[in-house]
């Protein structure tokens, strides 16, 4: 069981950065592709950023040029910086790893105030 622990979140006005950080139970190395996703109130849960182990990235068009996800392997952590934040960004966001299993962490919520 591969447990992923999610910390960072908090309150920003908009405008503002904040750092999330996931925390492997396990070497993150052996995971295929590590993301994070949200889920904004009465909305779905959507994929927000990938990285893949050889270290590609992928992002939602709407955090294109505002967000960096990045791996720590020696860490075991995946971060995902977060700049120019914006109330729409305001969700429970999620980290994700395919070990290659499908685990999730409990989710970090952020919200961005205008």
């Known amino acids: 069981q591969v447990q992923l622990v999610e910390s960072g979140g908090g309150l920003v006005q908009a405008g503002g950065s904040l750092r999330l950080s996931c925390a492997a139970s396990i070497s993150i190395f052996s995971a295929l592709v590590m993301g994070w996703y949200r889920q904004a109130p009465g909305k779905q849960r959507e994929l927000v950023a990938t990285?893949?182990?050889?270290?590609?990235?992928n992002y939602a068009d709407s955090v294109k040029g505002r967000f960096t996800i990045s791996r720590d392997n020696a860490k075991n952590t995946v971060n995902l910086q977060m700049n120019s934040l914006k109330p729409e960004d305001t969700a429970v966001y999620y980290c994700?790893?395919?070990?290659?299993?499908?685990?999730w962490g409990q989710g970090t919520q952020v919200s961005v105030s205008s």
């Open positions: 994700n790893g395919g070990f290659p299993n499908n685990y």
């Open positions: 990285i893949t182990r050889g270290g590609s990235t």
